[in-house]
């Protein structure tokens, strides 16, 4: 069973990684100046120099097609993560509010150092996923405070107030963008609705450390969201530190969350979806579900973001409102079955 479950698993990495390859090969060569396969076969293995070319490929589409495949994956993880630990499966780092509480903090990074960030210092982008992550851990405190009810996290109780204060600091980063210049304002408009339009290897740079570090320490620990399946009384009789888990693997969750909010925006669902996704192919063991999870995730944010660079070429839609479009629908879905 164990060898069956393992083949099943290598095959199923094996045919979303092709797909999402195949969607990345398809974004880099395709929008308003397509390239031929050629052009970009030579580019890529540097067999030819063509300086437009070039400069399509590595100063645009790749750094914003690798983004995309790391803010997919990670949210796809985080999602995973928030509602094994919660035992709810439509605990979303959008939804619970994770994601507006780590964006107001870095509206409020913007707003107070708007010059730093204009001139795209590397110091003021290494330090937003850190203003991110407070404002993250915050807003995950509120709500994890106010939905326990005897030590029990209440799932009703949960998402009602993640809505609530996803609302509250929606509003609150509203307020303060509309105190900003009138180009920072733009910016920040763009940024809060989930855009990766202005990606570039810097952005990439500034979040890679948090994924070396978690994503590893996140599959270390599948084995822990699998045991909160059962009651907590179990599971400290298994030798588990419940509480202690609990929160490291939230602070693990909140800190990958920050670092994509930090350069795309609010961007939600992927974490919704993916896990439900996942779990359908795979099964419910974690140690396999989180990667394909992340893979899922890779290719929904891939996707998202090629429709969104063209559907209404030249101009661009925000990636968050395509990801709503798709993502609404599913958690309506959810809200039915599971008779919230």
């Not at 915050?138 to 609530?164: C, P, V, W, Y």
């Not at 800190?255 to 996704?277: R, T, Y």
């Not at 419910?284 to 992340?294: A, M, N, Q, T």
Request: aromatic share 12%.
């Amino acid at each position: 069973m164990k060898q069956n479950g393992l083949i099943k698993y290598i095959f199923l990495l094996l045919i979303i990684t092709l797909i999402v390859l195949f969607l990345a090969y398809f974004s880099m060569t395709n929008g308003v100046y397509p390239i031929t396969f050629q052009e970009f076969y030579h580019s890529i293995f540097r067999i030819s120099h063509h300086e437009d070319i070039d400069l399509l490929l590595f100063d645009f589409r790749l750094p914003r097609v690798i983004l995309a495949m790391l803010i997919g994956f990670g949210l796809g993880i985080s999602g995973s993560v928030l509602q094994g630990i919660t035992k709810n499966g439509l605990a979303d780092p959008g939804i619970l509010g994770i994601n507006s509480g780590a964006g107001a903090a870095i509206v409020i990074y913007m707003f107070f150092f708007q010059e730093s960030i204009s001139d795209d210092s590397i110091t003021a982008i290494m330090m937003m996923p850190l203003a991110g992550l407070a404002g993250g851990m915050l807003a995950a405190f509120i709500i994890f405070f106010i939905a326990a009810e005897s030590n029990r996290l209440d799932a009703q109780r949960l998402l009602l107030t993640g809505i609530a204060i996803s609302s509250g600091f929606g509003a609150f980063s509203l307020y303060l963008s509309l105190k900003m210049k009138s180009q920072d304002f733009e910016m920040a408009t763009i940024w809060l609705n989930g855009s990766i339009y202005s990606a570039n290897w810097l952005f990439i740079l500034s979040i890679l450390p948090w994924f070396i570090v978690i994503i590893p320490l996140i599959i270390k620990k599948a084995y822990i969201l699998d045991l909160f399946t059962l009651q907590e009384e179990v599971m400290k009789g298994l030798g588990v530190k419940v509480e202690k888990e609990k929160w490291i693997l939230l602070l693990s969750s909140v800190s990958i969350v920050s670092a994509c909010v930090s350069v795309a925006g609010n961007i939600g669902f992927i974490g919704l979806i993916g896990p439900h996704i996942a779990k359908l192919l795979i099964g419910k063991r974690h140690r396999y579900s989180l990667i394909i999870c992340g893979m899922i995730g890779m290719l929904l944010m891939v996707a998202a973001d090629y429709i969104s660079r063209t559907i209404i070429a030249p101009a661009e839609l925000s990636i968050g409102i395509i990801l709503s479009i798709i993502g609404v629908p599913y958690f309506v879905y959810l809200l039915v079955k599971a008779k919230v």
